[in-house]
């Protein structure tokens, strides 16, 4: 059996997490509940206690649980030590799981936050250096002499067909001169042979 002092250099060297599981009042009130619920005497009790501190701490597997209730629960019948495993088993140990992986699974997670914040300081850090050696090569490099810019005259491009159509400039028709009409040959009204009434006839 696992001597308790043992159990306490165990216990000085476990993690926070369980140590804090270790002291907490849910385990005190699983082991009581376990206690009452087969009327453990005080021996059991102490046996009891002893073999769940060294499964949690690591001391022992717990596989091993059986072996050890045999051993310190020994006036007890087999089918009752059963009992008692599955009870610490749901009462103790499954929680306690629940609680490593939580611990394991905020360990990941800070470690992840670290990693993120590490690459982005050191990204920061590439981009000062490439900006001062940057300014650094600025401030040593005389600046370029630019050449004053050649004149090239323009050449007008030739205007297309349509434009040169467009602006020949185009002559208007010759003038047609207006042949003057040739008076008309006056008409003697035609005479009239009738008697004129007015007129004294011949002697």
Known sequence: ??????????????????????????????????RTKYNLHVDHAGNLAIALDAVILELKQFTELPALLKEGLASLDDATRDKVV????????????????????EVA???REEAELNHRVDTMIEAEAKLAD?????????????????????????????QQ???????PPPS????????PTPVAPP??????PYREPPA
């Not at 370029?144 to 050449?155: C, F, K, L």
């Not at 047609?176 to 008076?183: F, K, L």
Request: net charge neutral; proline share 9%.
């Open 165 to 171: 159509k467009m602006s020949t400039a185009v002559a």
């Open 176 to 183: 047609v001169q207006e042949v003057p009409a040739p008076n």
């Open 134 to 162: 940057a300014e650094a090569k600025l401030k040593t490099t005389p600046p370029p002499v630019i050449a004053p810019a050649r004149t090239t005259p323009q050449t007008q491009a030739p205007a297309s067909i349509l």
């Open 1 to 34: 059996m696992i001597t308790q002092e043992e159990i306490q250099k165990a216990y000085q060297r476990a993690p926070e997490h369980i140590q804090t599981w270790i002291d907490s009042d849910e385990l005190a009130k699983a082991f009581d509940a376990i």
């Open 191 to 196: 005479r009239y042979h009738g008697t004129d």
């Open 86 to 105: 599955k009870d610490v088993n749901d009462t103790v140990f499954v929680p306690l799981r629940a609680l490593v992986k939580k611990h394991a699974d």
């Open 109 to 111: 997670t800070k470690a």
